[in-house]
């Protein structure tokens, strides 16, 4: 059956540093995959897409990669600060599905 | 304010009562999904509609579970005989119309969410 995960545990990083969160799936191709940021009692916002066929977006502080052959996405905040603490969810969508499938999220803490 | 609205924002209910959810999209989104996400955990697919047309229903979704979006506009959720199981956070999501994926993200647009707790 279709899987997606993301670090379970949550992530502490101190401000300035880079943090890197990971999606990976198995028995998936999604054509397309969505990151959202969540904050404790909202709903998630949406962060970026990127598509099959492409290997790196980039938005201000965010950086996120996409390997087909590993079945993985990473998510890279830059220069991170406390108000980036938050649960980071990665979606998956299959080509013409419009469905979108969510990793269980990565809670991520950064420490000042 | 134009986002996606859910009432009620929480609903407590006792074992065996029916419950139903409102969400209101954006206005010109043509897509409608309804998640359940419980803590800790990441956003459950439960259903979309396309317009009025439901395309897909979960199949961990149980009989008791039913939605429904007339018109097009907005949608309710049904859970009837609720379960101490069933309590979680119901979310609402819309997205726009995708024309062209090489420019339209696909974006979910969220709602706050309902949150049901079943005594």
């Known amino acids: 059956s279709q899987k997606i995960e993301q670090n379970s545990e949550a992530l502490n990083i101190q401000e300035g540093k880079t943090a890197t969160l990971t999606c990976n799936y198995t028995n998936y191709s999604p054509a397309y995959l969505q990151w959202y940021r969540q904050d404790p009692g909202r709903g998630p916002v949406f962060l970026l897409l990127?598509?099959?066929?492409?290997k790196e977006k980039r938005k201000e502080r965010l950086k996120v990669t996409f390997d087909t052959t590993l079945k993985q996405s990473l998510f890279h905040i830059t220069a991170s600060q406390p108000a980036d603490s938050a649960t980071y969810l990665c979606?998956?969508?299959?080509?013409?599905?419009?469905?979108?499938?969510f990793g269980t999220g990565t809670r991520l803490k950064v420490l000042a | 304010d134009t986002g996606v609205s859910q009432d009620p924002r929480h609903k407590i209910t006792k074992r065996g009562q029916n419950v139903t959810f409102r969400c209101d999209p954006i206005s010109e989104h043509n897509r409608l999904y309804w998640y359940r996400q419980t803590l800790g955990q990441g956003p459950e697919f439960l259903t979309y509609?396309?317009?009025?047309?439901?395309?897909?229903k979960s199949r961990l979704l149980s009989d008791r579970f039913s939605a429904e979006r007339p018109k097009g506009s907005f949608s309710t959720l049904e859970i009837q005989r609720t379960e101490q199981g069933d309590s979680a956070m119901y979310l609402c999501?819309?997205?726009?119309?995708?024309?062209?994926?090489?420019?339209?993200?696909?974006?979910?647009?969220f709602g706050e969410g309902s949150r049901l707790t079943v005594l």
């Open positions: 979606a998956l969508e299959g080509a013409g599905t419009y469905k979108y499938i």
């Open positions: 509609f396309q317009n009025e047309a439901q395309l897909e």
């Open positions: 999501a819309s997205s726009l119309p995708i024309r062209d994926r090489r420019t339209n993200t696909g974006e979910l647009f």
């Open positions: 990127i598509r099959e066929n492409e």
